[in-house]
């Protein structure tokens, strides 16, 4: 792409911009799941080479640097967009630059933090695969901030591309290791060479655009930190949300039973950015729209939830009838009870993606007292959940209690973004197409004791979920700006907002 393809600096406010965000987001969605897809190849050398012990520490140690990723970034990157979004031109990337600035104070200080806690309630091997992942994660900070412009501008086809080429050779390298029969502290590495690649390529495309050097100034850190003292204290409390499962099953469980959910818990991991991709792609529309037209808002949002909806309720079929063909591929026979895990986990999954719309909806008018508070809530919730059912169920209570938490946040943030503003309500139409869509997906699991194939079944399921879907016209009209205008599905295009 040239500068000169480049979109105008108010494209925001255009009608270009929405569909500038659907393609956008089946970008980003689509080369994420391909470069998921591939990694799900060294997942499985990976935790086959490691063992359930191993991969229990693997998984022990990158939680704790997840923690250090969501405090470090403490909402900055989601409030950067926003801000970036509607401010004036001139004030755009000053701003960029001082939260460069206080990312990296935040990540450095928080992997020495994090480093010696490792060492302290677990081993020096383990802090020092800490240490290692941590400077990835330092790197991938500072990428993340250079790639605003991409994100404001709604050039996400670069976006795209850019993580695409981070999980290539994210899996590049670990099956490498794995082929020279390396043990866990290398794997903790990978992040590093990856990292340096990627965020060489994103200063190449936005050097022209804005200044890649941090600002390091503490009176207008002070400035911007207070407004948004709330939300960053919601992102701490989801920074932990699913990270307390992983410590509370390592502390309560048994050895096996953390490497089952570790196992499980990766998977989905994996797959946990997708829902924010979907939503993601769309938020700086939402911002500019909770500022000007809170009418365009409500329309975004609920164009998006309904897709929220429809992708999540397939997400979680999908689980439920493929999860032991997953867990297969991904671990073999040793991990076989995860499978019953990554089930449960599914639905909780399913749900992210409907609570990253309302999510996105409550940064867009700035909330962030309701996010604070909500976040929290479902922290305590979750945890009070799941390490009761830790005592009954092991992995699977844990599980359990996880999708009920997620179900329950999701709920919460929908209606703390609709309370008062009635213009921001979702239609329910689709509701009932697609808990039908829903139950028809799930009849395959009927075939399960019969002897056919899980991949037949999960091929079975989608047709039937597709089929009731295009049955009913549950398919919101935008998604057919990503086919052809010509052909069968003309038919499904109902009338249209201006």
Same mark, same amino acid.
């Given at each position: 792409?040239?500068?000169?393809?480049?979109?105008?600096?108010?494209?925001?406010?255009?009608?270009?911009?929405?569909?500038?965000?659907?393609?956008?987001?089946?970008?980003?969605?689509?080369?994420?799941?391909?470069?998921? %897809?591939?990694?799900?190849?060294?997942?499985?050398?990976?935790?086959?080479?490691?063992?359930?012990?191993?991969?229990?520490?693997? *998984?022990?140690?990158?939680?704790?640097?997840?923690?250090?990723?969501?405090?470090?970034?403490?909402?900055?990157?989601?409030?950067?967009? /926003?801000?970036?979004?509607?401010?004036?031109?001139?004030?755009?990337?000053?701003?960029?630059?001082?939260?460069?600035?206080?990312?990296?104070?935040?990540?450095?200080?928080?992997?020495?933090?994090?480093?010696?806690?490792?060492? =302290?309630?677990?081993?020096?091997?383990? #802090?020092?695969?800490?240490?290692?992942?941590?400077?990835?994660?330092? %790197?991938?900070?500072?990428?993340?901030?250079?790639?605003?412009?991409?994100?404001?501008? =709604?050039?996400?086809?670069?976006?795209?591309?850019?993580?695409?080429?981070?999980?290539?050779?994210?899996?590049?390298?670990?099956?490498?290791?794995?082929?020279?029969?390396?043990? %866990?502290?290398?794997?903790?590495?990978?992040?590093?060479?990856?990292? !340096?690649?990627?965020?060489?390529?994103?200063?190449?495309?936005? /050097?022209?655009?804005?200044?890649?050097?941090?600002?390091?100034?503490?009176?207008?850190?002070? @400035?911007?930190?207070?407004?948004?003292?709330?939300?960053?204290?919601?992102?701490?409390?989801?920074?932990?949300?699913?990270?307390?499962?992983?410590? !509370?099953?390592?502390?309560?469980?048994?050895?096996?039973?953390?490497?089952?959910?570790?196992?499980?818990?990766?998977?989905?991991?994996? =797959?946990?950015?997708?829902?924010?991709?979907?939503?993601?792609?769309?938020?700086?529309?939402?911002?500019?729209?909770?500022?000007?037209?809170?009418?365009?808002?409500?329309?975004?949002?609920?164009?998006?939830?309904?897709?929220?909806?429809?992708?999540?309720?397939?997400?979680?079929?999908?689980?439920?009838?493929?999860?032991?063909?997953?867990?297969?591929?991904?671990?073999?026979?040793?991990?076989?009870? #995860?499978?019953?895990?990554?089930? *449960?986990?599914?639905?909780?999954?399913?749900?992210?993606?409907?609570?990253?719309?309302?999510?996105?909806?409550?940064?867009?008018?700035?909330?962030?007292?309701?996010?604070?508070?909500?976040?929290?809530?479902?922290? +305590?919730?979750?945890?009070?959940? +799941?390490?009761?059912?830790?005592?009954?169920?092991?992995?699977?209570?844990?599980?359990?209690?996880?999708?009920?938490?997620? *179900?329950?946040?999701?709920?919460? @943030?929908?209606?703390?973004?609709?309370?008062?503003?009635? @213009?921001?309500?979702?239609?329910?139409?689709?509701?009932?197409?697609?808990?039908?869509?829903?139950?028809?997906?799930?009849?395959?699991?009927?075939?399960?004791?019969?002897?056919?194939?899980?991949?037949?079944? =999960?091929?079975?399921?989608?047709?039937?979920?597709?089929?009731?879907?295009?049955?009913? /016209?549950?398919?919101?009209?935008?998604?057919?700006?990503?086919?052809?205008?010509?052909?069968?599905? @003309?038919?499904?295009?109902?009338? /249209?907002?201006?």
């Amino acid at each position: 792409m040239s500068h000169g393809d480049e979109p105008a600096p108010d494209v925001l406010s255009t009608s270009a911009a929405g569909p500038a965000a659907v393609r956008g987001g089946a970008l980003r969605v689509g080369g994420y799941l391909v470069g998921a %897809l591939v990694s799900s190849v060294s997942a499985a050398l990976l935790f086959r080479h490691l063992g359930p012990v191993d991969t229990g520490r693997l *998984i022990n140690a990158l939680a704790l640097v997840a923690i250090v990723g969501a405090f470090s970034d403490l909402g900055l990157t989601a409030v950067g967009v /926003r801000e970036i979004a509607t401010r004036p031109e001139g004030e755009r990337w000053a701003l960029a630059r001082d939260l460069l600035g206080l990312r990296i104070t935040l990540t450095v200080v928080g992997v020495l933090v994090m480093t010696m806690i490792a060492g =302290l309630a677990y081993s020096g091997t383990l #802090a020092a695969g800490v240490s290692l992942a941590g400077v990835g994660l330092l %790197l991938q900070a500072t990428q993340d901030n250079y790639s605003l412009p991409l994100i404001v501008g =709604l050039r996400l086809g670069w976006v795209s591309a850019l993580d695409l080429v981070r999980q290539l050779l994210t899996t590049l390298v670990t099956v490498l290791l794995v082929v020279l029969g390396a043990r %866990l502290l290398p794997f903790l590495g990978v992040s590093v060479p990856v990292g !340096l690649i990627v965020l060489i390529a994103t200063a190449a495309l936005v /050097r022209s655009t804005r200044s890649l050097s941090p600002s390091f100034n503490l009176r207008r850190w002070r @400035q911007l930190a207070a407004p948004m003292l709330p939300y960053s204290a919601a992102v701490a409390a989801s920074a932990l949300y699913f990270r307390v499962s992983i410590l !509370l099953v390592s502390a309560l469980a048994s050895a096996k039973e953390n490497g089952y959910f570790g196992a499980s818990f990766r998977t989905i991991e994996v =797959l946990t950015i997708v829902p924010g991709l979907l939503a993601s792609a769309a938020f700086p529309i939402f911002a500019r729209a909770a500022r000007d037209d809170h009418e365009r808002l409500g329309y975004g949002l609920g164009r998006v939830h309904e897709v929220a909806v429809i992708v999540g309720a397939w997400v979680a079929v999908s689980f439920a009838v493929g999860a032991p063909l997953v867990i297969k591929i991904i671990g073999g026979a040793q991990f076989k009870p #995860a499978a019953g895990v990554l089930a *449960i986990q599914g639905v909780a999954l399913g749900a992210m993606f409907v609570s990253a719309v309302w999510a996105n909806g409550l940064l867009s008018l700035g909330l962030y007292r309701q996010i604070l508070a909500i976040s929290t809530a479902a922290l +305590v919730v979750n945890a009070i959940l +799941v390490a009761s059912l830790i005592e009954l169920d092991g992995a699977r209570g844990a599980a359990i209690g996880t999708g009920v938490a997620e *179900i329950l946040i999701t709920i919460a @943030q929908a209606l703390a973004v609709i309370r008062g503003r009635p @213009q921001l309500r979702p239609s329910s139409r689709i509701l009932p197409r697609v808990a039908l869509a829903a139950v028809a997906g799930l009849a395959p699991l009927a075939l399960t004791h019969r002897g056919v194939p899980t991949v037949v079944l =999960l091929v079975l399921s989608t047709a039937l979920f597709g089929t009731v879907l295009f049955v009913s /016209r549950a398919f919101p009209v935008e998604l057919l700006d990503l086919v052809p205008r010509s052909g069968p599905l @003309q038919r499904l295009r109902p009338g /249209r907002r201006p």
